[in-house]
């Protein structure tokens, strides 16, 4: 009784999500692809995020917009897009991205809680994946970044699903004596600033590794970060792969090499460590 099926009008779907939050509600709006997020972005980017500020407090909008993203089902350039980096660009809204099972539920759990518009994006290359989930309730801060695995030689700051693929690297440099530590941010906005530089103070290297589009994207974002609050600790120039500059092709085949995958990753670090 409380599931809506609503007519496919995003836009109408958010201005509705934006006005049930402003009375008191706390609304989940499903949009079944991230590429028509883009048809809520008015009510979304103007109104959602804006209100509390434009209102002088007097009103909050506590609603939460689950969406996927990512290749995966040969679906074309309109279904298979990774557009986060839009919403991570506007002030007023908050962004979880979860890697794992557990991180999903406790991010969404977290989500629902929050005073605040918060957009979560899942890969659907990750809904087969499983992990251990407690009974009872529990939820994942936002801005609290979890270093998956700990290294010496390089830190590899992971987006989404690209910390399950940086996880299978890191077992193929291991074998060659790289040790490479991998943090998951878990949350966009609000970044854990503290958790990744504190990593690369460790390590003294750094890669950031995201699926959607190298051009203007987190990667970039992130990477300026890390220039920033720990230049005096590197030994090189932080690096970035992700996903490339095109639209998402239909076909299998094409549409894999638009993704960083565990080979660019094993090269990409190979050449970090090495100086190159």
Known sequence: ARVIDTPISESATMGVAVGAAMTGLRPIVEIMFGDFVTLAMDQLVNQAAKIHYMSAGQFRV???LRTTMGIGANLGPQHSQSLYAWIAHVPGLKLAIPATAYDAKGLFAAAIR?????????DRLLYGATSDIPRAPYLVPFGQAEVKRRGRDATIVAIGRMVPVALAAATILAAE???VEIVD???IVPLDVETIVASVRRTNRALVVDGGSRQ?????????????AAFDWLDAPVARLAGENV????SRTLEKL???DEARLVARIRD????R
């Open 185 to 187: 941010p878990r949350t």
């Open 247 to 250: 639209p998402i092709p239909m």
């Open 177 to 179: 004596g790289i040790e």
């Open 258 to 260: 638009t993704q960083p």
């Open 62 to 64: 506590p609603l939460v």
């Open 272 to 275: 970090l460590v090495a100086g």
């Open 216 to 228: 203007f994207g987190i990667a970039g974002e992130i990477a300026a970060t890390i220039q920033e």
């Open 114 to 122: 929050d005073d605040n518009p918060v957009v979560i994006f899942e």
